[in-house]
């Protein structure tokens, strides 16, 4: 359920007072919508959870921080930025090979397109085309797939994303233009059989 | 003079915010005058239009899970902080100022803050004096209900966990070696050599690692699963590995065993932001 500016406001302030259940609330309107962008940056589920848990973790060390000069939302999304670009992996044997390649089919999140049946043949034909999609994000270098996402999922401005990432509204311009172009230069709508 | 990259550039913005372009009458003639710039329109209008037509189909039950490890994991640093602050371990009391600045001390605010904390004082000794006085009249033999026990709360670290360094250590080893399962095509021979190797390590010392963690049930209740997983990991057959790895998987993440590995490792760490 959405809250009020004057809720979160103070829950804002208990969260400073060091009340965690306050700073729960305020975390419960917002990992929904980082959960999904932390998915598509990510290609998948457990990554996406460790990158929302991460971001709401330094956001809840840092809440004392938050001066309220911007929305919660704002601030959240500078500090999901700096979250999701300093993720190190941990030493792995298997990371270099694996998780640069693009999300596997057994690890892939379950994604259906809005309106189809699951099971129809339009099911399984927006399948292929999320897959690839999904695929195609994840070859696009971090920087510029976050300020993709900002743009397409969380419809910020390019001056907002500017001012989030901390580069001019020219780079974010140009950035987005290179992404698209390359994802769409990559991008086939597979055809429907009959 | 018709610039194709900057033209793109200029539209791309307002592609992905799902404006007619073509419909503006500063971008018409350009579209209509340039095909390979028109064929970009018409191209990364479809991308993003896919795009949007991705829905994410997740039930509440795993929204559920999803938000039940959140909470924990901060009610989890919250008492991990408070702890190590109480303790003296590793923060002063400055530090925690630090965290909690509005619980910094104000030399200007000592008295006041003084007489408010002798008033609480006062009143728990009035209390304490109440509560013995109470104590001593006499007890009626009937009714008085036994008030229930709340119900457990499915949350799975309420504070700070009291594992020992070598099962934390344990539990990360435990994390990794999931996440690479959870990514192993079964057709990789040497992964899959590489994890069962791994899992009969693993359960070779699990044993030890469960009389550990006994005061803490729910970790012991995690590693009863996780041991479930590494008995069928170590004997997957080369052969059904195809079918083996794909349950093992399944069961992985229906148990939210990685998060909870995660959920249990306690971890206390200074962060700095650029913030304005």
Same mark, same amino acid.
């Given at each position: 359920?959405?809250?009020?500016?004057?809720?979160?406001?103070?829950?804002?302030?208990?969260?400073?007072?060091?009340?965690?259940?306050?700073?729960?609330?305020?975390?419960?309107?917002?990992?929904?919508?980082?959960?999904?962008?932390?998915?598509?940056?990510?290609?998948?589920?457990?990554?996406?959870?460790?990158?929302?848990?991460?971001?709401?973790?330094?956001?809840?060390?840092?809440?004392?921080?938050?001066?309220?000069?911007?929305?919660?939302?704002?601030?959240?999304?500078?500090?999901?930025?700096?979250?999701?670009?300093?993720?190190?992996?941990?030493?792995?044997?298997?990371?270099?090979?694996?998780?640069?390649?693009?999300?596997?089919?057994?690890?892939?999140?379950?994604?259906?397109?809005?309106?189809?049946?699951?099971?129809?043949?339009?099911?399984?034909?927006?399948?292929?085309?999320?897959?690839?999609?999904?695929?195609?994000?994840?070859?696009?270098?971090?920087?510029?797939?976050?300020?993709?996402? $900002?743009?397409?999922?969380?419809?910020?401005?390019?001056?907002?994303?500017?001012?989030? $990432?901390?580069?001019?509204?020219?780079?974010?311009?140009?950035?987005?233009?290179?992404?698209?172009?390359?994802?769409?230069?990559?991008?086939?709508?597979?055809?429907?059989?009959? | 003079?018709?610039?194709?990259?900057?033209?793109?550039?200029?539209?791309?913005?307002?592609?992905?915010?799902?404006?007619?372009?073509?419909?503006?009458?500063?971008?018409?003639?350009?579209?209509?005058?340039?095909?390979?710039?028109?064929?970009?329109?018409?191209?990364?209008?479809?991308?993003?239009?896919?795009?949007?037509?991705?829905?994410?189909?997740?039930?509440?039950?795993?929204?559920?899970?999803?938000?039940?490890?959140?909470?924990?994991?901060?009610?989890?640093?919250?008492?991990?902080?408070?702890?190590?602050?109480?303790?003296?371990?590793?923060?002063?009391?400055?530090?925690?100022?630090?965290?909690?600045?509005?619980?910094?001390?104000?030399?200007?605010?000592?008295?006041?803050?003084? $007489?408010?904390?002798?008033?609480?004082?006062?009143?728990?000794?009035?209390?304490?004096?109440?509560?013995?006085?109470?104590?001593?009249?006499?007890?009626?033999?009937?009714?008085?209900?036994?008030?229930?026990?709340?119900?457990?709360?499915?949350?799975?670290?309420?504070?700070?966990?009291?594992?020992?360094?070598?099962?934390?250590?344990?539990?990360?080893?435990?994390?990794?070696?999931?996440?690479?399962?959870?990514?192993?095509?079964?057709?990789?021979?040497?992964?899959?050599?590489?994890?069962?190797?791994?899992?009969?390590?693993?359960?070779?010392?699990?044993?030890?690692?469960?009389?550990?963690?006994?005061?803490?049930?729910?970790?012991?209740?995690? $590693?009863?699963?996780?041991?479930?997983?590494?008995?069928?990991?170590?004997?997957?057959?080369?052969?059904?590995?195809?079918?083996?790895?794909?349950?093992?998987?399944?069961?992985?993440?229906?148990?939210?065993?990685?998060?909870?590995?995660?959920?249990?490792?306690?971890?206390?760490?200074?962060?700095?932001?650029?913030?304005?």
């Amino acid at each position: 359920m959405a809250i009020s500016p004057a809720e979160e406001a103070e829950l804002v302030s208990r969260a400073q007072h060091g009340d965690a259940d306050a700073f729960c609330r305020l975390a419960t309107q917002h990992h929904r919508s980082l959960y999904v962008l932390a998915l598509k940056y990510s290609g998948n589920h457990h990554d996406a959870e460790d990158l929302m848990q991460d971001v709401m973790l330094n956001a809840y060390r840092a809440i004392h921080q938050f001066k309220g000069m911007s929305s919660f939302r704002t601030w959240l999304a500078r500090i999901m930025v700096n979250s999701f670009l300093n993720q190190r992996r941990k030493s792995d044997p298997l990371a270099p090979t694996k998780r640069q390649e693009p999300m596997e089919e057994e690890s892939e999140p379950m994604f259906y397109s809005k309106n189809s049946e699951r099971h129809s043949e339009w099911s399984v034909h927006n399948g292929l085309v999320m897959k690839q999609i999904l695929n195609l994000l994840a070859s696009v270098p971090e920087r510029q797939r976050l300020m993709f996402l $900002m743009k397409h999922q969380e419809g910020m401005t390019c001056e907002e994303i500017a001012d989030t $990432m901390g580069t001019s509204v020219g780079t974010v311009k140009k950035t987005l233009f290179r992404v698209v172009d390359r994802l769409r230069q990559h991008f086939a709508i597979p055809a429907v059989k009959g | 003079m018709h610039n194709c990259e900057e033209f793109r550039e200029r539209i791309t913005e307002l592609i992905i915010d799902r404006e007619e372009v073509a419909r503006k009458a500063e971008f018409q003639s350009e579209l209509l005058t340039c095909s390979s710039c028109s064929e970009f329109y018409v191209q990364s209008r479809e991308l993003i239009e896919a795009l949007d037509g991705i829905d994410l189909t997740m039930s509440d039950k795993q929204w559920n899970g999803i938000e039940q490890r959140l909470h924990a994991r901060i009610l989890n640093v919250g008492a991990n902080l408070d702890a190590n602050v109480d303790a003296g371990f590793s923060r002063s009391r400055s530090a925690r100022a630090a965290f909690w600045p509005l619980r910094r001390l104000n030399p200007a605010a000592t008295a006041t803050s003084m $007489m408010q904390s002798i008033v609480p004082l006062l009143a728990t000794a009035a209390l304490l004096l109440i509560t013995i006085g109470l104590g001593r009249l006499p007890s009626p033999i009937v009714g008085l209900q036994q008030t229930a026990a709340p119900p457990a709360q499915a949350v799975y670290v309420e504070q700070s966990v009291p594992l020992d360094p070598v099962t934390v250590g344990f539990l990360e080893e435990s994390e990794l070696l999931l996440r690479n399962v959870m990514k192993m095509a079964p057709s990789d021979v040497e992964d899959l050599a590489d994890a069962k190797k791994a899992a009969s390590e693993q359960l070779a010392e699990l044993d030890q690692r469960k009389e550990a963690a006994a005061e803490v049930p729910p970790v012991v209740g995690m $590693m009863e699963t996780y041991e479930t997983i590494l008995r069928d990991l170590r004997n997957v057959d080369i052969g059904s590995a195809d079918e083996d790895i794909g349950d093992i998987q399944k069961r992985i993440q229906q148990n939210g065993l990685i998060a909870n590995m995660k959920a249990f490792q306690p971890r206390i760490s200074e962060v700095s932001f650029s913030l304005r």
